[in-house]
């Protein structure tokens, strides 16, 4: 069974672009959720959908948007990008269910270089 | 504020032995705690999770204590295999919503 899958694995952008990335969940789950993980420390959340709804909001800038889509996969779009924005960006998926305590399964990151 | 916190930035134990990894948290609300594994340039690995309502779980090598009174919890990993060298997060979660991470502790194993 194919896991998480997020594309590109790699991007290097300049500061003031624009990008969008992009995860497919497990297949089943309907529940996605973004997070940003940067040197030394832990993933920090971003973005919580469910069913197409955001369901929770991390501590972010307007700069950073996202959304989910019939077939639940999602996209993060990141404006106006500065060099505090290199990071890796992960997408997690989880299972049926609103409010429950389903485990979260993580793919395998989109590393952003901004210069 | 730090909700979740791994204080032991790195662990050595040598192979056979077991590794006992730390974790505190201070919201109560959290009813949800998983470890995660990771390996650089990879994303995290689910290892094992437990309810707040358990205090104790195991899965093979893996054993995840909690002690809600003391807002702790620990992961222990017995025999400790030089494999299991990576990076390990303890998460939190309330009601199914967000995971809050600690800021990892970074596993040796000595062969």
């Known amino acids: 069974d194919a896991g998480v899958t997020q594309s590109p694995t790699h991007l290097i952008k300049t500061r003031g672009q624009h990008v969008t990335l992009r995860c497919s969940p497990i297949?089943?789950?309907?529940?996605v959720s973004w997070y940003q993980q940067v040197l030394g420390q832990g993933p920090q959340f971003i973005f919580q959908?469910?069913?197409?709804?955001?369901?929770g909001r991390g501590n972010f800038p307007d700069r950073f948007s996202a959304r989910q889509f019939p077939n639940y996969s999602s996209e993060l779009n990141v404006n106006a990008l500065l060099l505090g924005d290199s990071a890796l960006y992960l997408c997690?998926?989880?299972?049926?269910?609103?409010?429950?305590?389903?485990?979260?399964?993580f793919g395998p990151g989109t590393r952003l270089t901004v210069t | 504020d730090q909700q979740v916190k791994q204080n032991s930035p790195s662990l050595s134990v040598q192979e056979g032995r077991i590794s006992i990894l730390n974790c505190d948290y201070t919201?109560?609300?959290?009813?949800?705690f998983l470890w995660y594994k990771k390996y650089p340039a990879e994303g995290p690995t689910f290892l094992i999770s437990?309810?707040?309502?358990?205090d104790k779980n195991e899965d093979g090598r893996f054993t995840v204590f909690l002690n809600k009174s003391a807002k702790h919890l620990s992961l222990h990993i017995v025999p400790s295999q030089p494999g299991d060298s990576a990076v390990y997060f303890c998460?939190?979660?309330?009601?199914?919503?967000?995971?809050?991470f600690g800021a990892g502790t970074i596993l040796r194993v000595k062969s």
């Open positions: 997690a998926s989880s299972g049926p269910g609103q409010g429950s305590s389903y485990e979260q399964y």
């Open positions: 297949s089943g789950h309907k529940s």
């Open positions: 959908y469910y069913e197409k709804e955001e369901r």
């Open positions: 919201n109560s609300m959290f009813d949800y």
């Open positions: 437990i309810s707040s309502i358990k």
């Open positions: 998460a939190a979660q309330e009601y199914g919503n967000k995971l809050v």
